[in-house]
């Protein structure tokens, strides 16, 4: 591990000049919420000299706010708090086990939701979760806030949209209308502690007569990025998720993958099994919907 | 004699000596230890799998600030050749280029350098500086291609020993061995139902969780002391010897607490590399791999493949039993393919065999002993055939092995005859245990597995001390992997008869232990208990001497009971009894204090075989085999310490189901491992795993005064096959290689 510069300010604004001064400059800086990716690169990857900004102790980044139309999930919040909220549990059953799902206990305690999000990882297991919740990403600037829908802030293995100079001041959820739920499922070849060999996210919204009026589905781990899945949304939408609807979104979904054999899986296994997570979540999804789940 | 025995303490389960020490943090592992002055060193390591070494220049490095020492190879003493023995196998010229690679590198990960300094931060900046010219040369990464012709030669001295005569050309078989008894064409000819296969099994690591670790200090007289985390420090100084050319009596080691070792820690890596940096720079030297250098150098277990042939009437009767098995003995020859030969049949009354075995280097990094070492691979392969035997009889499987099962006086397929063994006991305890006939879902599937273990003797030593009080000090040379200070405490107790609780025991150095032999083979409790029982019974003679001294009678009217010297029956003598505590206390006055020792070479290891069940849940849609029951019934001979020995059982069974269903090493065509770490090397996590139940079967072995067998090694033999079974009998469908991975399955699901 290289040496680093720390810095720990408490206001958004002071952030934001060491942000603009390290980009002005052309130095190397990093923001640190939960650094549970960070701190393990810091220490195997390279030794090249940086300044680490940590953004905890802003206090915009640690708020939970579920006020009007929207929940706002500030940055900086750890996954142990976010998943004991019984009101988000409660909107986003799927979301909060996608939360649960990073790390171990211990890792909870530390690692963020916005973390998880900027890191960027193809199988980051919330973010086809806040994908197909909707999600907005708050980016705080030095001219102030700008609003981006979640698709577009993740652009490629571990590369995210924040400009120079911005940081992720947290995530804006529109509360989910009536008769919605969510689910989010991976598959690890063990039950805890591994990393998504392929993930899928459903939300669905139905009418009083269980028919499915909206849905979004959302894959992790199979492309670069998480990706959307309208053709799946299609197969969904019109039905009561019978067997004949799941199976098609089952397939747009493999079809809309495009993933690569490594060392947690071949292509052709990521591929089957992202539509069988489809399937299973879509179920999930619809269950919790009609109050069953 | 030991099924009579009444037992006070044996068998009881007390909190083990060690115990407070390692749940609250205070135990001293290998990387606990630090000392003034002391440097950090760290290992260059050869990024080609195969390569030769052309030029090393230490020049730049040596000259960085705060660096002291900077070896390579040609630091290193020329070794000759010499066989080590012991679990490991293997050479000791070998073991000399695998710490430190000479002309050339043979895996990737291999040492080529090392560096001391005065910050692990600096020393690692200091391998940047070091200049390693390598000609790359193609690597070969399986038994396929290091068996095809003409492959690429790791070391073109090796010809195949064993082969009569000697091959005109060299290659990479290393060695090829053979059993053989009766006529294996009429024993084919005669069997009324044939079956064969081929089963493959990966690399694996041992996954001790405590990285390997030493410091090394050596004063200007040239001698040298070392503390680190080993299986057997005697080994150790053996081996530093060796390498380093040195007098054994010039080496001190000291064996640390030791978190894991499986068989990994009965072979060294770091400790010449340490005390040679230490003698260049006259300082202490510490050295510490980390996880990623753990997977790429140290361990592990040989891939294998096995070709496999059985015969059999119908009525279950094995008339023929054939397999032809080669081992990856990674870069240097020395796998534990002829263990494994001894092991694959030795559950059977077999008159018509034939094993055939083949030791095959590859560019991988040099195996090492894991539990039971070349067992779990080839059983694995005779228990899949078995079972699928079992189907196409359409027997019980386990009536099929009861058909078949060795007992007492049955000659083992690797010479010696049986004494009593428990494998029929194992077999009916697996039969009439509830999990055996418990109602299965339409996914779940159970299978069957035996597993065996030859066991081993060996030399140990052992003191005890009388303290003044007469409460008891046990010296003895073991590093205590698996609760063996809880077993020996026990021995000297029940020996004694003094309470447990008054027992201490102490695993002590190479200066202060007499020469004991590694903690492995099973034979710790076995063969160090014996010399504990021995070196209390000593103390017991002396007691009874004292005792007479004291009451003015002849020895030999004087008995013990319980732990007092008390007259014989008859004797016309009213004297209180003496308790130990009593003659500790007066020992002054009647020839000093109480030390009693022995020294053996234990023979008689009773062999160990167990039964286990697997009950799994293969997902159709995903291949993701859950292990949802799982039963590891085995014969301990004598359980001193039953949790001790379950725990074994437990142990065992978690190694074997992670083995079976997704450990392994992947490599990229390059021949550099991908999942050098425990992210993507997936030993099982406790949610991974159901309870896993135990039944410890007790067919005491008569060469033990309390019955004693080894258990340690046996658990992590029968699971792999035992799992394998299960999902055969959950998919319908015989995959035979491992892991049992979901794309592997689901694949052959699909086909």
Redesign the interface.
Known sequence: ?GSFAYTAPKKLEQALAVLNKHAAEGNRIQVLAGGTDLLVQLKSIDSEPRTILDIKKIAETSQLTFDGDHVFIGSTISCAVLYENAELKEMFPGLTESIDLIGSTQIQGKATLGGNLCNASPAGDTISALFVNGATCVIANESGLREMPVDEFVVGVGRNALQPGELLLGLKLPKPAANTSDAYLR?I???????A?AGAAVSVSLDDNGVCVAARVAIGAVATTALNVPAAVEALVGSALDASALQKAAEASSAASSPIS?????E??RR??VG?LTKRAATTAYARAKGEG | MSDTHDYKQIGTRPIRPDGVDKITGRANYGADYSLPGMLHGVVLRSPYAHANIKRIDLGKALALEGVYAAVSGADFPDVAAGGMGGEGGGDFKDLASNIMARDKALYHGHAVAAVAATSRELAIEALDLIEVDYEVLTPVMNLDAAMAENAPLLNDKIYTMGVNPKPEQPSNVAARMEFKRGDIDAGFADAEVIVEGEFRTPTVHQGYIEPHACLATMNQGGQATLWCSTQGHFEVRTAVSKTLDMDVCDIKVIATEIGGGFGGKTVIYQEPVAILMSKISGRPVKMVMDREEVFRASGPASATLSKIKLGAKKDGTLTAMSCWMAYEAGAFPGSSMAPGAMCIFAPYKTDNFLIEGFDVVVNKPKVAAYRAPGAPQSMYACESLMDELAYKLEMDPIDLRLKNAVEKGDQAAYGPKFNEVGLRECLIAAKEHPNYSRELTETQGRGISVGFWFNAGMQSSAEVHINENGTVMVIEGNPDIGGSRASMALMAAETLGVPYEKVRVLVGDTETAGFTNVTGGSRTTFATGMAVIQASQDIISQAKQRAAKTWEIDEDQVDWQDGHAVPMPGVNADWEPLSLAKIAAKSGRTGGPLLGRASLNARGAGPGFSVNIAEVDVDPETGKTEVVGFTAIQDAGKAIHPAYVEGQLQGGAVQGIGWALNEEYVYDDKGVMQNPGFLDYRIPVASDLPKIDTVIIEVPNKAHPYGVRGVGETPIVAPLAAVANAVRSAIGIRVGELPLSPPRLLAAMDE
């Open positions: 591990m598959f070849p063990r039950t805890e502690m591994d990393i060999v490594d060392k947690r899986g071949t052709e296994f089957k099994i069988v």
